[in-house]
């Protein structure tokens, strides 16, 4: 089993649509979580981090809930530059300090 | 913006060359990360650091070495390259808990 598991898609959605991904990790011990974004053939980038009680930028929402252990990323109103692979990160620490572990990522197309 | 460094951005070699992707940061980082990617495939961990003299191996078994030697730099080498080793060559710094990406190397083996 994956330590970081999420839907690849793609979730193929109509321009103003809300779409909304869940990402489930499997190490308890997990500390922070974040979203980021990866553009076609570029690099991945944060697009915001995952707090216990839940936060908004703008059109986005980022939910984590501890006890099922997933964390979930909501798009409202979605524009064609959403478009895009959304990746869910976990972080928990071992001896040596942090440990990033990236999911495989879940695909969104935004359609006119 | 992030001032992480590969190069080179773009590669075609010939099987059997030897070859080293360059990584470089400026933010001082300890922590950092190789990962491979095909092109609309997940991320694998293939080598990390955790600071200078320190390289681990990572999830995705790989036939490249890294070494650390300063901070700043953390280079990835193939010696013998092969046709499997095609792919995406991303490079990443952390800082606490943020990853800072390279725009990578695509590396063609021929």
């Known amino acids: 089993r994956k330590e970081v598991e999420q839907d690849p898609g793609p979730f193929n959605v109509p321009e103003g649509a809300t779409v909304a991904f869940n990402c489930t990790y499997s190490?308890?011990?997990?500390?922070?979580f974040f979203w980021y974004r990866q553009d076609c053939r570029k690099e991945p980038k944060l697009l915001m981090s995952v707090y216990s009680s839940g936060n908004e930028d703008g059109r986005f929402t980022a939910q984590l809930n501890r006890a099922s252990q997933y964390i979930s990323l909501l798009i409202r109103d979605s524009k064609l530059s959403d478009s895009a692979t959304y990746l869910c990160?976990?972080?928990?620490?071992?001896?040596?300090?942090?440990?990033?572990?990236f999911g495989g990522g879940t695909r969104l197309m935004v359609k006119p | 913006e992030a001032d992480i460094y590969q190069t080179p951005r773009y590669l075609v070699i010939g099987t059997g060359k030897k070859i080293t992707l360059e990584c470089s940061q400026t933010?001082?980082?300890?922590?950092m990360y190789w990962y491979q990617q095909d092109p609309g495939m997940e991320l694998h961990l293939i080598h990390y650091?955790?600071?200078?003299?320190?390289?681990e191996k990572g999830d995705l078994s790989s036939e490249s070495t890294v070494s650390r030697i300063r901070t700043e730099h953390f280079p990835l080498t193939l010696e013998s390259a092969r046709p499997s080793h095609t792919s995406q060559y991303l490079c990443a710094s952390i800082r606490n808990t943020e990853a800072f990406f390279g725009q990578g190397t695509r590396l063609t083996v021929v």
């Open positions: 650091s955790y600071g200078v003299n320190s390289t």
């Open positions: 933010m001082g980082h300890d922590k």
């Open positions: 190490n308890s011990a997990s500390q922070s």
């Open positions: 990160v976990v972080n928990f620490r071992n001896n040596a300090g942090n440990m990033l572990t």
